[in-house]
């Protein structure tokens, strides 16, 4: 075994590759005895995944760089170092089944051929005649027929109990095998979270409330509770996960880097690096700008994708593609049998990442993982599919919300305008939200030709220096100990991502949901003990608001522009939470466009075939990849010389001679270089993109970005050239 290479750059033989896998498997058994799996066979997997590398085509390969066209995938050869006859012995049918399963696909590479693959074992033979390893039972590896094997994949709907057994067994061999190919842990034990939360707690010289109370007798149910803002539901969520291994998922990524710092930074404070992770498109990005001087990113990277940490705060497209059962979506499925998900705001997905949603707790109620969803608003049609899909839960018999008023509505019968603006603007906090880019900049632009002074606009289509810039003077503003103020001009991307608090808020109406999601960036955490309003909804009138009837379903605009128009003046929580169900009954929903893409997407999941797609169709898929990333040619322009600086480092290779640690320090300065670069981007829909004129440029063998000809401004963002027909949106669901 010594001989033998599985990898190269640095060399490691085959025996000291699985004798790490070796060491995982115990480590994982060890922390999750109970796992409804067979520990020997997931043993006798480990043990013979990589033999198949022994074929002299492979190992010249890993010695001269150059891939014979006749080498057999090694993943395949494998299984043919399985002694079937004597594993008869002590395992069912069913089970040996799963073992050469789990190793011919532990890769999803290459194609199986019977007759190519025996002339190859045949080859083999010579070089195995004396071959012994102390790991296997028994004293010589022999080499049957493989027919056994049959090439025949096990399906859920032809056997669905031994489906889920080979996704545990195949997903824990994955992620057995990328820890050891990566070096890192396959699992960090959660021995911190509950007593980091009573320091915190005591630090903060508070009790856990009724919610969190409620969360913390929960543990070992899966859990739905609605409570409002300010009721501490990242706290309960914690606690329901205690300490076991968890994810915390948001809609946002903006969301997502606020609470992993908050967490870091005020729960666990110290050894985050082993603790808590984040996983989102930009994880790598946000890592290499922690300010953390002994923080090993390649390491810390690796171990948040690999999903080793004990607790990760994650993006949903990052762990619920697996609904599509992908080639090699296994080993995040058999993660998520021992873990436990948190599910936070749900109403504030769109109607595909709905779908998605519920058929992954489908699959994960199944394999045995627990989940919470945690929300301020839950929708009553969400219930009814959770049942339909006969998903087990316990509901919280009471929503979780107090008696205070935080909300006084106007409804303003017309289209959005700046002259009500003006007359409430006196030296306060003032935020406006549109549904539309386009709608924004025509309020600002409107604002602005009138000499209103300390007016600002933020949207998606500011490049991403600029909108952080922006993003952190909003924030700023929105601080209740902050005297100074302004109006922000804005779109959906405020609805969740960024915690502020304004004095007055000026919205269009979108739909019920979406509205008190805006209400809650004015008055956040204040009580409305005052005559008049803080928040005042323009429904379009008789016409309908921006963006109706492209991200807004025209029906669910209507039902809830009908429950409104009855309200005038202070609004409890209660009466919000029977709005809702009054417009998101499934009985009022089930014959809008947007229930029926919910329904149209979860029956277009199911329809597909298990190992059909591959990993890249489905991640284009789940997160509706529709736009294009651009760089705005006058902002190219002015840039040019740092930009350009940037591509040559990006073209940079590395040579066969350079070590692992060159290696390393060259990805990183790539990664720098890319991150530099992409803060003069912005994404924009592809449909206007298709209609620009562009140049490519690479960011890698995978990406492109692109220099876009374009009109942009710093104060109103990107605009697109008057030729153009131009709609755009902030769906940032």
Request: charged share 35%; glycine share 4%.
């Amino acid at each position: 075994m010594n001989r033998y290479l599985a990898k190269s750059n640095p060399e490691e033989t085959i025996q000291e590759h699985t004798d790490k896998l070796l060491e995982n498997y115990e480590t994982l058994k060890k922390l999750y005895p109970n796992l409804l799996i067979n520990w020997d066979i997931l043993k006798f997997a480990c043990i013979y995944h990589d033999l198949g590398k022994i074929n002299l085509k492979f190992q010249n390969k890993l010695k001269t760089g150059k891939r014979d066209n006749n080498e057999i995938a090694h993943n395949f050869l494998s299984i043919a170092f399985v002694d079937t006859k004597k594993l008869k012995d002590n395992f069912e049918k069913d089970e040996i089944k799963i073992l050469l399963q789990t190793i011919a696909y532990h890769h999803e590479r290459g194609e199986y051929d019977l007759e190519k693959m025996e002339n190859e074992i045949e080859l083999m033979k010579d070089e195995l005649e004396n071959f012994i390893y102390d790991k296997v039972e028994i004293e010589k590896i022999k080499i049957p027929s493989v027919k056994y094997f049959n090439n025949k994949r096990i399906y859920e709907k032809e056997n669905p109990e031994l489906f889920y057994k080979y996704i545990l067994t195949k997903g824990l061999l994955n992620k057995i095998d990328y820890a050891a190919s990566s070096d890192i842990d396959v699992e960090i034990k959660n021995d911190f979270l509950l007593d980091s939360l009573e320091k915190w707690k005591e630090k903060e010289n508070t009790k856990w409330n009724e919610l969190q109370n409620f969360m913390l007798e929960n543990q070992n149910e899966n859990i739905i509770a609605v409570a409002q803002t300010g009721m501490g539901k990242t706290e309960a969520g914690l606690l329901w996960i205690g300490n076991n291994k968890g994810f915390f998922t948001l809609p946002l990524k903006t969301a997502i880097n606020k609470i992993y710092e908050r967490i870091k930074n005020n729960i666990i404070e110290e050894s985050f690096s082993d603790k808590l992770a984040l996983l989102h498109s930009d994880t790598y990005s946000e890592y290499i700008n922690l300010d953390e001087d002994d923080l090993d990113v390649e390491s810390y990277y690796n171990k948040s994708k690999q999903l080793s940490m004990p607790l990760t705060i994650s993006t949903l497209d990052q762990l619920f593609n697996f609904v599509f059962r992908y080639r090699g979506f296994e080993v995040i499925l058999a993660t998520l049998s021992y873990s436990k998900i948190v599910i936070d705001e749900i109403q504030m997905y769109s109607s595909d990442l709905i779908a998605y949603l519920i058929l992954g707790l489908h699959y994960i109620n199944k394999i045995g993982g627990k989940f919470a969803i945690l929300t301020a608003t839950l929708p009553e049609f969400l219930i009814d599919l959770l049942k339909k899909e006969n998903i087990n839960f316990k509901m919280a018999e009471k929503t979780f919300i107090n008696d205070r008023i935080r909300h006084s509505i106007k409804i303003k019968h017309k289209e959005i305008e700046v002259e009500t603006i003006i007359e409430k603007y006196n030296k306060n906090k003032i935020l406006v939200i549109c549904n539309t880019v386009k709608k924004a900049q025509e309020i600002y632009q409107n604002l602005h030709n009138e000499g209103i002074e300390n007016i600002n606009l933020l949207h998606s289509r500011f490049i991403k220096k600029d909108r952080k810039e922006k993003e952190e003077k909003i924030t700023e503003l929105g601080k209740i100990e902050n005297t100074d103020y302004g109006i922000w001009i804005s779109t959906q991307i405020v609805e969740a991502s960024l915690d502020i608090d304004y004095d007055l808020l000026f919205t269009e109406l979108s739909d019920i949901n979406g509205l008190f999601q805006r209400m809650g960036r004015c008055y956040r955490n204040r009580e409305f003990n005052q005559d008049g309003y803080n928040c005042f909804v323009f429904n379009g009138g008789d016409k309908k608001c921006s963006g109706v009837g492209k991200v807004i379903d025209e029906k669910i605009f209507e039902f809830s522009k009908e429950v409104l128009k009855n309200i005038d003046g202070k609004i409890d929580e209660k009466t919000k939470l029977e709005l809702i169900n009054k417009v998101y009954s499934t009985e009022k929903l089930k014959n809008t466009n947007y229930y029926e893409l919910i329904e149209k997407n979860i029956a277009y999941v199911k329809k597909i075939d298990d190992f059909e797609k591959s990993k890249d169709e489905v991640r284009k898929k789940f997160r509706n990849i529709e736009n294009a990333t651009v760089i705005p040619q006058n902002i190219y322009e002015e840039n040019q010389i740092e930009i350009d600086e940037n591509f040559k480092i990006l073209e940079k290779t590395n040579k066969k001679e350079d070590s692992r640690e060159g290696r390393k320090k060259l990805r990183r300065e790539k990664e720098n270089s890319k991150i530099e670069i992409l803060e003069f981007s912005v994404n924009i829909p592809y449909y206007n993109f298709q209609k620009g004129i562009y140049v490519s440029k690479n960011l890698n063998k995978y990406e492109k970005i692109y220099i876009f000809n374009c009109d942009y401004d710093k104060e109103i963002g990107l605009v697109f050239k008057k030729t153009e027909k131009e709609e755009t949106y902030d769906n940032f669901f």
